[in-house]
Structure formats: structure tokens, C-alpha cells
């Protein structure tokens, strides 16, 4: 079992910034993935960015690439989501996600973010 603590969120205007941190317990060395999805209203949930726990290699939805950063603090087992440049578009309530190995996926709370003046 994992568990998922989300962090962060909340109201920023267009063009500012904003940092999501989720922090995984549990058990934490059966991840390989971790990562951030939103869900804006009526739409699907998607892939925002996503890192792998061993080779750090990242990857990030095109509507994002260069405006968000995701990072890992493997000690703290924790993730954080740097976002920049925040568009009207990227409001959604914003879900961490951790897959282990035998392909399990793990949800956490979710957490809104509304850009808007």
C-alpha cells in the first residue's frame, strides 16, 4: 500500500507561480512512477509530467513543456511540481499518482488550482 499527501494549490493569477508537492509513505520502494494528473470540469483526467524514481528521466504534456518542472527528493520520497507562466487553461484539480512495480496505481486527494485575475 502507498499512501499520497498533496500539497500546495489554490487561486494564482495568470502568469504566476505556483508549487505542488505530494510525499508518498507506505511502501515507498515498490514505486517506479510518480507523477501529477489534472481533471478540469468535464473533462478527462490527463497527464500533466511524470518521473521515474531510479533514472529520474522525466516527461511532461506538450500543453506544459517549458512553463512546468517536476522534481524528485527521493530521500524525502517526495515530488514537487513547479509551475510557471500559469495559463486560465491549466485550472483543474491536480492529482498526485505513484505506480509501483506490479503495475498498482495510487491516488492522492487532489488539490485545486484556479488561475484567474
Known amino acids: 500500500q502507498v499512501q499520497l499527501v498533496e500539497s500546495g494549490g489554490g487561486l494564482v493569477q495568470p502568469g504566476g507561480s505556483l508549487r505542488l508537492s505530494c510525499t508518498a509513505s507506505?511502501?515507498?520502494?515498490?514505486?517506479?512512477?510518480m507523477g501529477w494528473y489534472r481533471q478540469a470540469p468535464g473533462k478527462q483526467r490527463e497527464l500533466v509530467a511524470n518521473?521515474?524514481?531510479?533514472?529520474?528521466?522525466?516527461n511532461y504534456a506538450d500543453s506544459v513543456k517549458g512553463r512546468f518542472t517536476i522534481s524528485i527528493d527521493n530521500r524525502k520520497s517526495t515530488i514537487n511540481l513547479e509551475m510557471t507562466s500559469v495559463k486560465p487553461e491549466d485550472t483543474a484539480v491536480y492529482y498526485c499518482?505513484?505506480?509501483?512495480?506490479?503495475?498498482?496505481?495510487?491516488w492522492g486527494q487532489g488539490t485545486q488550482v484556479t488561475v484567474s485575475s
Open positions: 507506505g511502501s515507498i520502494s515498490s514505486i517506479v512512477v
Open positions: 499518482n505513484a505506480r509501483t512495480y506490479d503495475v498498482i496505481d495510487y
Open positions: 518521473t521515474f524514481t531510479r533514472t529520474s528521466y522525466t
